[in-house]
């Protein structure tokens, strides 16, 4: 095995939006099959902006980027990334079902995702006439059934009840085995309870966090972590 195999490696990303100051000025992440890296970051730091830059739906005035060795411009050109914008991208005049067989063509990825109680329940719906949190668990779930080593996943909890966001949790810990996954979210504590490795962006770059108290240096509010925090 190749030392950089199962490996999205990125670094060097600076951007600004037309007439701005710089937005990115060193973004950097190394994300590993295996790891859930978690992207973190106050609104406006360019967390959103970073995956897009990463997956190739924007372009920055400069970014390095590393996919198992091999450097890409897009990293969706590679076909080992997949990313979950903000957005809904399924087709709303689509029912659950084709959409399913429209994502995926892999016959036991398609029962996996068909059977799963939640989604048995729509599979004849059109996607328009579904809530807006089992169009997003459905979402992830044709994602994560994707043949894609690494899985770019922002705002995944925005959106859906507290036990569809258990099973998120659980389909991203149960997948991780043999993919990566960079997520970010403004739910940070959904994100904190299964992530191994936390990223802060701020200042343009991305700084790594050692254990979740840092972030009331820089993130969260004083005492958010600390034990001491009666």
Same mark, same amino acid.
């Given at each position: 095995?190749?030392?950089?195999?199962?490996?999205?490696?990125?670094?060097?990303?600076?951007?600004?939006?037309?007439?701005?100051?710089?937005?990115?000025?060193?973004?950097?992440?190394?994300?590993?099959?295996?790891?859930?890296?978690?992207?973190?970051?106050?609104?406006?730091?360019?967390?959103?902006?970073?995956?897009?830059?990463?997956?190739?739906?924007?372009?920055?005035?400069?970014?390095?980027?590393?996919?198992?060795?091999?450097?890409? !411009?897009?990293?969706?050109?590679?076909?080992?990334?997949?990313?979950?914008?903000?957005?809904?991208?399924? &087709?709303?005049?689509?029912?659950?079902?084709?959409?399913? !067989?429209?994502?995926?063509?892999?016959?036991?990825?398609?029962?996996?995702?068909?059977?799963?109680?939640?989604?048995?329940?729509?599979?004849?719906?059109?996607?328009?006439?579904?809530?807006?949190?089992?169009? !997003?668990?459905?979402?992830?779930?044709?994602?994560?059934?994707? &043949?894609?080593?690494?899985?770019?996943?922002?705002?995944?909890?925005?959106?859906?009840?507290?036990?569809?966001?258990?099973?998120?949790?659980?389909?991203?810990?149960?997948?991780?085995?043999?993919?990566?996954?960079?997520?970010?979210?403004?739910?940070?504590?959904?994100?904190?309870?299964?992530?191994?490795?936390?990223?802060?962006?701020?200042?343009?770059?991305?700084?790594?966090?050692?254990?979740?108290?840092?972030?009331?240096?820089?993130?969260? &509010?004083? !005492?958010?972590?600390?034990?001491?925090?009666?």
């Amino acid at each position: 095995m190749d030392f950089f195999d199962n490996e999205l490696y990125v670094d060097s990303v600076q951007f600004h939006y037309p007439g701005k100051e710089d937005l990115l000025t060193g973004g950097f992440l190394n994300l590993k099959v295996g790891e859930i890296i978690g992207l973190l970051g106050r609104n406006g730091t360019g967390k959103s902006t970073l995956m897009k830059i990463i997956f190739g739906t924007l372009s920055a005035q400069n970014a390095y980027i590393r996919i198992n060795g091999r450097r890409f !411009r897009h990293a969706f050109s590679s076909k080992e990334v997949c990313y979950l914008p903000q957005n809904s991208f399924l &087709p709303t005049a689509f029912t659950v079902i084709k959409s399913v !067989r429209f994502m995926l063509s892999d016959e036991s990825s398609i029962e996996r995702i068909t059977s799963d109680e939640i989604i048995q329940k729509v599979l004849n719906n059109k996607i328009a006439d579904i809530s807006t949190g089992e169009r !997003r668990y459905l979402e992830i779930l044709l994602l994560v059934e994707q &043949p894609a080593s690494f899985i770019l996943l922002d705002e995944p909890f925005s959106g859906i009840s507290p036990i569809l966001k258990e099973r998120v949790q659980h389909l991203i810990l149960s997948k991780s085995a043999n993919k990566g996954f960079l997520i970010s979210d403004h739910d940070y504590l959904n994100v904190l309870e299964i992530c191994h490795k936390i990223m802060l962006l701020e200042n343009g770059g991305c700084r790594m966090i050692n254990k979740k108290e840092e972030l009331e240096l820089f993130y969260v &509010p004083e !005492r958010t972590f600390s034990q001491n925090n009666t």
